[in-house]
Nanobody, 125 residues
């Protein structure tokens, strides 16, 4: 199971840190990621990280502003979000895959078998 938390309301330029606690089988997942979904839009990949090789990937829209990390000892995934913009407003979901996903699949939501419940992030202008 995955449980995401840490969302909230922040002004443009502000920061938030999202967390995702993994339990059960998801605690040993090989690939973890954050997705987001804004109203009326499809769910989109934000950032991902591989447990085995420690490689990270980001969507172009958040590169340089967001940082994904994980604490394997605590089975927790983080997303540090800085310089937030109104277009970052969305429900953010953490996702896990038991497989070590290849680059061509990490941005595809169907590649992930486990999902958290989502946490709302609202950035006011």
């Amino acid at each position: 199971q995955l449980q995401a938390y840490g969302g909230g309301l922040v002004q443009t330029g502000g920061s938030l840190r999202l967390s995702c606690a993994a339990s059960g089988r998801t605690g040993s997942s090989n690939y973890l990621a954050w997705f987001r979904q804004a109203p009326g839009k499809e769910r989109e990949f934000v950032a991902g990280t591989s447990k085995r090789i420690g490689r990270t990937a980001y969507a172009d829209s958040v590169k340089g502003r967001f940082t994904i990390s994980r604490d394997s000892a605590k089975n927790t995934l983080f997303l540090q979000m800085n310089s937030l913009k109104p277009e970052d407003t969305a429900v953010y979901y953490c996702a896990a895959s038991e497989y070590n996903l290849i680059t061509s699949t990490i941005r595809i939501a169907e590649s992930y078998g486990s999902w958290g419940q989502g946490t709302q992030v609202t950035v006011s202008s």
